[in-house]
């Protein structure tokens, strides 16, 4: 290279050396700083760095080895964020400490190899969890593409991502909702007791759905572990490769085809378009399979197909309805099961009634005549008295020699369920078309409406001011049995403070209850501010309370304890706590008497 090359590039370096210097910041010993904080380049932690503000930084960020970051504001990364570990020879890992007492930003990719602590929201463009991810609860993660987790992940407050992967525990607790809008990847389990969305879900662990928790997945679920659901489980279509288990209360519903290639037990309700069993489908006592044909659209085509190696077992008591064509190659158990009953049971007398019923909308197709066990046994006996079942359309029982003396039309249904148009008044209690909350003045306004009722005795609204702990608000009667419309409404009076859950609980005649989804109503402040300029600001305490509560905030003549019905329990005067033992258990209210007037407060006896 010639000289008067070489120059011109070293004056050029000497120019920038001090911009290329600025490239990056790094932090080895303990820096604290006060206000807001930008910084216009890369920044690297390895020792401690609090700031007691708002931080933006236009590059990239890593908390190194032992290094940690505290932020009390928020935290906006324009590049990428690394919260990193480092290992040395015979020591331990040494995990990097974030905490983020606002709201966390990162443009790009949220890497957290170490600790992350974040009490407000958190937005990335994609996320890698490694180790530890604490988000607050009343807080929110939103992911838009990958989240990754290589680390247990508890959401307790809401979580939104493009797609999930996760290789460790998930949970999702109650009041919590988590949405994924593309592919959930289950590599351990997932535990949901609040609100799960997703496009699609493949669990290759166990995954549970509990009491009171709401899961929905809009495209395929595949099913390679375990699932139970003890709540209510929606998906577009299923494969099941091994057991699922719908419990007592529970309901799942899949909008097109649920292939059976595993082994599944309905002990609640399940409702399909088209079921296709390969293998084992158990419904058991007072569980409903419900297979429910589109009239507008070819698919779902409201088939149930029972192939070679398959079989459909129906205890005494359950319901199976099938809008479409039963089609048999297998075994169907409501009528081989009852083969071995009575033969096990015919030298003492005691033949129990299976009281199971089938509805068959379209044709009932018999291929093998394997069902009927030993060839002893009676053929007649496919239909025995104790069980209703209707075949609206053609059969083929007596091509494989089987009798149809017992076999109901569609005529004889009509007769005794009145209607063929609305199963799905056999299939729910209610069918609950919505159920809202909003504010009212200072009150709240219930309003929700049903479709259809099955022996429904009377509803319960329920509130809790923590999402876990619900208390009874009202009780509202239900229509008893009806396939008309009908539209509820009730008004909460009381005043109210900040955000209260609310879920509606629905009980039948015979005592069995399922509940609603929870809405949640944010009341505004400017009832406190109403309170304010009144002199008014009291506070009870504890709420749960048990034995005693205290009133505070300012002073007062005398109280009434009042129940959740309007009832006056007990009056007393202004002292330093009071007594509530004798109250009864839930909801109460207190009106407290001053001298500028009365104001009512709500709190909870345990």
């Known amino acids: ?126 996320m890698d969890v490694s180790h530890s991810i604490i988000i607050g609860d009343d807080a929110s993660i939103t992911i838009d593409n990958k989240l990754t987790g290589n680390t247990s992940i508890t959401v307790n407050g809401q979580l939104q991502a493009g797609s999930v992967e996760n290789n460790y525990p998930l949970t999702i607790n109650e009041g919590a909702t988590m949405v994924v809008n593309g ?31 709401t899961m929905t997945v809009s495209g395929q679920l595949t099913g390679d572990d375990n699932i139970t659901v003890n709540g209510h489980f929606e998906a577009g279509s299923a494969e099941i490769n091994k057991n699922l288990n719908i419990g007592s209360d529970a309901m799942m519903i899949v909008s097109n085809t649920l292939t059976d290639d595993g082994n599944i ?49 129906l205890q005494s008591g359950s319901t199976c309805i099938v809008e479409g064509n039963l089609k048999q190659d297998g075994t169907v158990s409501i009528l081989k099961a009852l083969f071995t009953l009575l033969n096990e049971t015919a030298e003492t007398g005691d033949i129990e009634a299976q009281n199971a019923m089938m509805v068959v909308c379209g044709d009932y197709e018999i291929y093998s005549t394997e069902l009927l066990g030993n060839s002893d046994m009676d053929a007649e006996y496919i239909n025995p008295k104790e069980n209703e079942i209707y075949v609206f359309g053609n059969n083929q029982l007596s091509k494989v020699g089987i009798s149809e003396d017992n076999l109901k039309n569609k005529s004889d249904f009509e007769t005794n369920y009145k209607s063929v148009e609305n199963f799905t008044s056999i299939i729910l209690p209610i069918e609950l078309v919505y159920f809202n909350a909003h504010e009212f003045g200072s009150g709240v306004r219930f309003e929700w409406e049903t479709a259809s009722e099955l022996n429904n005795d009377f509803f319960t609204i329920e509130f809790s001011i923590d999402a876990v702990e619900f208390t009874e608000l009202t009780t509202i009667d239900g229509a008893g049995t009806s396939t008309e419309p009908h539209s509820y409404r009730y008004t909460d009076f009381s005043s109210h403070e900040g955000t209260i859950y609310y879920r509606l609980k629905q009980t039948d005649y015979d005592g069995k209850f399922s509940y609603s989804g929870m809405v949640s109503v944010v009341f505004a402040e400017q009832h406190a501010a109403e309170a304010e300029d009144n002199f008014i600001n009291f506070v009870i305490y504890p709420n749960p309370a048990t034995d005693h509560i205290t009133i505070s905030g300012g002073n007062y003549e005398s109280i009434s304890f009042v129940s959740a019905n309007g009832a006056v329990l007990k009056r007393e005067a202004a002292q330093g706590t009071h007594n509530i033992t004798q109250l009864p258990k839930g909801l109460n209210f207190v009106i407290i008497h001053t001298t500028n007037g009365d104001v009512s407060q709500r709190f909870i006896k345990r």
């Open 265 to 313: 037990t309905v002990a609640g309700k399940l409702e399909a378009g088209e079921i296709v069993v390969n293998k084992n489908l158990t419904v058991n006592s007072d569980a409903v399979i419900f297979v429910n044909k589109d009239e507008t659209d070819s698919n779902p085509n409201g088939n149930l197909t029972v192939n070679s190696d398959g079989s459909l077992k």
């Open 1 to 126: 290279m010639k000289r008067r090359q070489i120059i011109p590039i070293l004056l050029t370096l000497l120019v920038l050396a001090p911009t290329l210097c600025a490239w990056a910041k790094t932090i080895s010993g303990t820096e604290i700083q006060s206000g807001t904080q930008t910084l216009n380049e890369n920044l690297t932690i390895s020792g401690t760095y609090t700031i007691n503000g708002d931080l933006t930084v236009k590059g990239n960020v890593t908390v190194t080895g032992k290094g940690s970051l505290t932020i009390n504001g928020n935290l906006y990364v324009t590049g990428s964020f690394t919260g990193d570990y480092q290992s040395e020879w015979f020591t331990p890992k040494y995990f990097s400490n974030v905490i983020v007492n606002g709201n966390l930003v990162v443009d790009k990719k949220l890497t957290a190899d170490g600790n992350l602590t974040v009490n407000g929201d958190l937005t990335a463009n994609s």
């Open 183 to 213: 592919q959930l990847t289950g590599d351990d389990n997932i535990t949901v007791n609040g609100q799960l969305q997703a496009g699609s879900v493949e669990n290759n662990y166990p995954l549970t759905i509990n009491e009171s928790a």
